[in-house]
């Protein structure tokens, strides 16, 4: 199913920023220094990847994914999320944005909104686990801390998916 077409340009372009958003969110959650961000951001990077490689069984993530590749592989600029003021006013925009993602893929894409809600819950959590928090030298440490998991939680209620 071609769902391109079912959004206008910019609501498409906003889609586009979600698996990138989702990293965002996470690591304001709880900053994890320069290698713990580049790592979270990764996280979400590769699940786009793997969509590109192989079906993520929900239509609407695969054509952003084939869209994405291809924008990549024309060399044409992908365009990031920009998040102004503190990281609590951050914050607050990435949750504005999940919840207007939430409601345009709800309407626009109904037969495929729970699917990428949850797909991107899953963004989300691969991109909390990408980097331990606390221990030493990268020894020990919390896979997903404390604030990660409530950061979680919160775009679980946003998204109106389950953890």
């Known amino acids: ?15 586009l920023k979600a698996s990138e958003m989702t990293a965002f969110y996470i690591s304001l959650a709880s900053p994890s220094g320069m290698m713990g961000i580049i790592k979270e951001m990764m996280a979400a990077t590769n699940e ?3 969509a590109i490689r192989k079906t993520s069984g929900n239509s609407l993530v695969d054509e952003l994914a084939a ?10 600029r992908l365009e990031s999320p ?10 607050d925009q990435c949750l504005q ?12 894409a109904p037969e495929e909104a729970d699917g990428f809600k949850k797909w991107l819950l899953d963004v989300a959590r691969k991109s ?7 221990g030493f030298l990268g020894i020990g440490g919390e896979k997903v801390n404390e604030a990660e998991q409530a ?3 919160e775009l679980s209620k946003t998204l109106g998916v389950s953890v």
Do not use: C, P
């Open 1 to 15: 199913m071609d769902h391109r077409f079912d959004f206008s340009e910019e609501e498409w372009n906003q889609l």
């Open 151 to 153: 950061a979680l939680n």
């Open 128 to 134: 909390a686990e990408a980097a331990r928090e606390g």
């Open 82 to 91: 920009v998040l102004t003021g503190s990281a609590d006013d951050a914050r």
């Open 67 to 76: 869209d994405i590749k291809q924008r990549v592989d024309q060399g044409l």
């Open 97 to 108: 944005y999940f919840r207007d993602i939430s409601a345009l893929v709800t309407v626009k």
């Open 48 to 50: 786009v990847v793997a």
